[in-house]
């Protein structure tokens, strides 16, 4: 089904693999479903917590933890096994275009802030495109024309080694 093309659509998974339930990847399984809205770009978005703080500062960097899953809700990446939140520099195109303008907002998305919770539906085209990516000695993470899906929890502005 192209659910990418409804104008919106709740977000549901099939039951999960044991090897993919294992661990805290699923520190958001818990978290409510909630309706996708679609924006032109392609891109779906919905919000679990608006978040009370400021938004992301444009071209700054900012932490954020994340769960990413592919569309038939196995995880590929998540912050949480890592234990810590990934910074990333906002808004100039460092990251997949999706995440940036799920994140920064634009184009009929409104910025997140800062302890705000949100789901992102990206499409291939916003995402890692029509060519495998995550690839090592040939094996890769990422298939072609994947659509990804990202439970963002926006943590904060970087502080970095401020003194
Ligand atoms: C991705 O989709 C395009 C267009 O349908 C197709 O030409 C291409 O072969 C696909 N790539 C992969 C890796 O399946």
Request: contains cysteine; proline residues 8%; aromatic residues 16%.
């Given at each position: 089904m192209g659910i990418g093309l409804l104008a919106a659509s709740v977000l549901s998974f099939a039951p999960l693999d044991a090897?993919?339930?294992r661990i805290e990847y699923y520190a958001t399984v818990a978290d409510p479903p909630c309706v996708l809205n679609f924006v032109p770009s392609g891109l779906g978005y919905c919000d679990l917590s608006?978040?009370?703080?400021?938004?992301a500062p444009y071209s700054e960097l900012i932490n954020v933890h994340y769960t990413a899953r592919f569309a038939d809700g196995i995880?590929?990446?998540?912050?949480?096994k890592r234990g810590r939140p990934l910074t990333m520099r906002i808004g100039v195109g460092k990251i997949l275009k999706g995440?940036?303008?799920?994140?920064?907002?634009g184009d009929g998305v409104p910025p997140m802030a800062v302890g705000g919770k949100r789901k992102l539906h990206i499409p291939p085209h916003?995402?890692?495109?029509?060519?495998?990516?995550?690839?090592?000695?040939g094996d890769c993470n990422i298939p072609g024309n994947a659509t990804l899906v990202y439970d963002?929890?926006?943590v904060g502005i970087y502080s970095?080694?401020?003194k």
């Open positions: 090897n993919a339930t608006p978040g009370t703080g400021e938004k995880v590929f990446d998540s912050t949480y995440l940036d303008q799920g994140i920064f907002g916003l995402a890692y495109g029509p060519e495998p990516a995550g690839c090592f000695s963002i929890n926006f970095g080694n401020r």
